[in-house]
Antibody
């Protein structure tokens, strides 16, 4: 069974750093892109970026480039999203999602449960 | 970046109604489009990929159509469990982009 299990909710202060995780299981981790999607309170879905664990190829949404860092450690089948200096506007629910291969439509069939990040002084 | 524009932003409907949501891409995306359903507090659920292919396990009352720049998601007979927010997403290029969402509400 394919599963993406994300790390737990975080409460941080502005200026602090944070790294959240997404552990994949039940499939060949290196064969599928893993994306990060932001959902701010009461708002829609925003694609932040994506990593291919097989060769660590990473693509960012220009809107998030320089604001976050995406990475993956294939040895422990885990993808990461990190911030070096959080802002209050980073408060959101963050999802990881696995992108299907082209033959299956390159859509996000599997999602993590979401990690709520709250940034407040 | 490819912009995805959904309409309407919200729709009020009753059980049994036919509901149609449209999604327009800012450039030709062929059939590289997916539709998702999201309920409050839950992760999105894939309904349709490649514009018209129903994801396994999704009820047949959901259907998708379109190619190029104009796409449609249709719910043929709305059920109670279908009240939710629906998003389209293009999958032809990075960055992937979502529509702004359409909320299907109780009339």
């Amino acid at each position: 069974e394919v599963q993406l299990v994300q790390s737990g909710a975080e409460v941080k202060k502005p200026g602090e750093s944070l790294k959240i995780s997404c552990k994949g299981s039940g499939y060949i981790f290196t064969n599928y892109w893993i994306a990060w999607v932001r959902q701010m309170p009461g708002k829609g879905l925003e694609w932040m970026g994506i990593v291919y664990p097989g060769d660590s190829d990473i693509r960012y949404n220009p809107s998030f480039q320089g604001q976050v860092t995406i990475s993956a450690d294939k040895s422990i089948t885990t993808a990461y999203l990190q911030w070096s200096s959080l802002k209050a506007s980073d408060t959101a629910l963050y999802y990881c999602a696995r992108e299907n291969v082209a033959a299956d439509g390159q859509s996000f069939e599997y999602w993590g449960q979401g990690t709520l990040v709250t940034v407040s002084s | 970046d490819i912009q995805m524009t959904q309409s309407p932003s919200s729709v009020s409907a009753s059980v049994g109604d036919r509901v149609t949501i449209t999604c327009r891409a800012s450039q030709d995306i062929s059939t590289r489009l997916a539709w998702y359903q999201q309920k409050p507090g839950k992760a999105p659920k894939l309904l349709i990929h490649t514009a018209s292919s129903l994801q396994n396990g999704v009820p047949s009352r959901f259907s998708g159509s379109g190619s190029g720049t104009d796409f449609t998601l249709t719910i043929s007979s709305l059920q109670t469990e279908d009240f939710a927010t629906y998003y389209c997403q293009q999958a032809i290029s990075f960055p992937r982009t979502f529509g702004q969402g359409t909320k299907v509400e109780v009339k």
